[in-house]
């Protein structure tokens, strides 16, 4: 099912994986889980080898996408299963549930049946029964999917509070890069069942590995342009872009293939509208989103290449406009035929 | 198009026509007409003479009637409750996707499609004291044969037997049905939560069944209280009506004495109890489940 991959979480880390649907993120997660088992390979956990044991037994605890509550027993019991079943004392079991109602709030829900309570507050049973086992490790399983937008954008920062007050680990299964850049510490970015990057969030958007993170991640996705090197040297490179534009990269020269195609990745952000000076190239307007603080511009090159650019909030720019715009180059990627990326040298720090 | 008014009425009155035609003349006439009857001395060949509620007290004294009523009572709880345990078993060891669970699902399924005149043909086979199944196990083995259907005790054993072979099939099919209601994630959940497969089949999949666990009791006692065919074909009643239920009685004062207002009286006593029997299982049941 997966192709090799290796990972190791620190104490107390909040990693999440991203990546399309069919990426194999859930399919590991459920491995960990000990939900579905592996044709080969080894889960440990703080020096304990569990990929042998039943999922009860792992020391783990998972927040299904569409809740798994146990739908003919109250709140309290929901919660207290687990314990029970680990034969907690009873007043232990009372202590640790009354407890986990308050911080999420849902202590006058305590003698309800699931199917009295809205999504939101469900998905906070789902939360209380995973944080009353006291894990060392949380799994979510698509935690916010089944909520509403608004309601989506509350729990999460609310599941960012509550990751200060538990000690353990999380690992959380998204599509959302939203949630994974704002609520991970490292993001475990998948497709086609294989690990493709495994970092922190700005270290992900701001070098990607290869081409299909540089896409996944980012909203609108980073446009590609094919490119052919003009000159360069050890601090850059010189491409041409198929309508002519000469566009200068901070990629140095060494680090490129000698030979194949070249593509010049671009974000959003370092491509603007631009008028008189300081324009690179220009470009028809095919659609423009305007999102308020800023305004998308989808717009196609001389060549008749796509190309994604930002402009202020209040831009005047309409569909069908010529719009002149200024390439940030030394803000681009570079990605090989591979999709290998090839960015600029890391600042010292 | 659009339709209103009568003529919408007469269109939407005929396509249930046909249906509404056989209904009331096939069932609500009949029902009537029995109840009217069961007030009447009634026969084939004559108008029924008007009795009062006489049927009704005839049969609070007649020993015949209370020994049937005695023994379909019997019949259904020596019949409903195994049928039901046993064939929430098959399903629990059924409900799975593998090819041979298909293969015993179909083949525990096969005997209700069998008519109750072949299945007590069957049965008398196996039953038989001088040449059944059991009778030369038991010879075989050194034994004496069983006299299954002639002892006044065991002849209520061998029809409930008969019974639940030949009622495996429906039940079986709706445990299965409710069993597929289960989401796998809620199984996911208990072996996450540590529950042992004892504890996840009492305290998650048999609370998720509870309501195909009414609806089974309910239909089954229904259709024990209506036990006919088997006690008829095996044993017509006897020994000494050891083995007559209720619609045996009924038929047999019908259509062999033709007393039909007091056949009719007693279908009616019989259709009350089992409406009392179904209401009382239903609210005892939904009581429980509270809100």
Redesign the interface.
């Known amino acids: 099912m997966l192709d090799d991959l290796s990972l190791t979480l620190e104490a107390r880390e909040f990693i999440a994986f991203l990546g399309p649907s069919g990426s194999g993120k859930s399919t590991l997660l459920r491995i960990i889980a000990g939900l579905e088992s592996a044709d080969a390979g080894e889960v440990w956990l703080e020096g304990r080898r569990i990929d042998g044991l039943a999922p009860g037994d792992r020391g783990v605890s998972m927040v299904f996408q569409h809740y798994a509550l146990y739908p003919h027993m109250t709140v309290r019991e929901n919660m207290a299963f687990g314990l029970k079943n680990a034969r907690v004392p009873r007043d232990e079991i009372q202590t640790r549930v009354d407890a986990a109602a308050k911080v999420l709030e849902i202590e006058e829900h305590l003698d309800k049946k699931p199917g009295q309570l809205s999504g939101g507050q469900r998905q906070r049973v789902a939360i209380g029964r995973a944080i009353v086992k006291q894990p060392k490790l949380f799994l979510l399983d698509e935690p916010l999917s089944n909520l509403d937008a608004a309601l989506r954008m509350r729990t999460r920062v609310e599941l960012a509070q509550l990751r200060q007050k538990v000690d353990a680990a999380v690992i959380m299964v998204t599509h959302d890069q939203a949630e994974a850049m704002t609520l991970a510490d490292r993001i475990v970015v998948m497709n086609d069942r294989t690990i493709q990057q495994v970092g922190p969030p700005m270290e992900i958007y701001e070098r990607p590995a290869n081409a299909f993170v540089a896409q996944f991640v980012g909203s609108p996705a980073m446009t590609l342009i094919p490119a052919q090197i003009v000159a360069g040297d050890g601090h850059l490179v010189i491409l041409k872009l198929g309508d002519g534009t000469v566009v200068e990269t901070a990629v140095p020269r060494a680090d490129l293939p000698a030979q194949g195609e070249l593509r010049l990745g671009l974000r959003p952000e370092s491509v603007r509208v631009s008028v008189g000076k300081g324009v690179t190239t220009r470009a028809t307007v095919e659609l423009v989103e305007r999102l308020g603080e800023r305004t998308l511009v989808y717009a196609r090159l001389a060549d008749g290449q796509r190309i994604t650019a930002e402009d202020e909030g209040h831009s005047r720019v309409k569909i069908g406009d010529e719009i002149g715009i200024r390439i940030d180059g030394r803000a681009g990627h570079i990605f090989g035929a591979d999709g290998a990326s090839h960015h600029a040298r890391a600042r010292p720090a | 198009m659009k339709l209103y008014g009568r003529r919408a009425q007469l269109e939407g009155f005929a396509f249930v026509a046909p249906f509404l035609i056989l209904y009331l003349f096939l069932l609500i006439y009949p029902l009537l007409r029995g109840i009217v009857m069961s007030f009447q001395r009634a026969d084939p060949f004559g108008g029924g003479r008007f009795v009062g509620f006489g049927n009704f007290t005839e049969l609070a004294a007649d020993p015949v009637f209370h020994q049937a009523l005695a023994n379909t009572f019997l019949f259904t709880i020596i019949i409903v409750p195994p049928l039901t345990v046993v064939t929430l078993a098959l399903a629990l060891a059924l409900n799975k996707p593998t090819r041979s669970a298909a293969w015993f699902r179909g083949l525990f399924f096969a005997p209700s499609v069998l008519s109750v005149t072949i299945v007590t043909l069957i049965w008398r086979f196996v039953l038989a004291p001088d040449a059944g199944l059991v009778g030369e196990v038991m010879q075989a083995t050194g034994g004496q044969p069983i006299p299954f259907l002639s002892d006044p005790g065991l002849v209520k054993l061998a029809i409930a037997l008969t019974t639940i072979w030949w009622s495996f099939g429906l039940p079986m099919m709706l445990f299965l049905a409710g069993l597929q209601q289960i989401?796998e994630?809620?199984y996911?959940?208990?072996?996450?939560?540590?529950?042992?497969k004892w504890?996840t089949l009492w305290?998650?999949t048999l609370?998720?069944l509870?309501r195909t666990v009414l609806l089974v009791i309910m239909l089954q006692t229904a259709a024990q209280l209506q036990l006919f065919g088997q006690a008829q074909l095996l044993t017509s009643g006897g020994p000494n009506g050891a083995s007559r239920p209720v619609v045996l009685f009924i038929y047999e004062t019908a259509f062999v004495r033709w007393q039909l207002g007091y056949a009719s009286a007693a279908a009616e006593l019989l259709f009350l109890l089992i409406l009392a029997v179904t209401l009382v299982q239903y609210f005892t049941v939904n009581r429980q489940d509270g809100?």
């Open positions: 989401p994630d809620v996911e959940a208990a072996a996450l939560d540590g529950a042992s504890t305290r998650v609370p998720s509870r809100e």
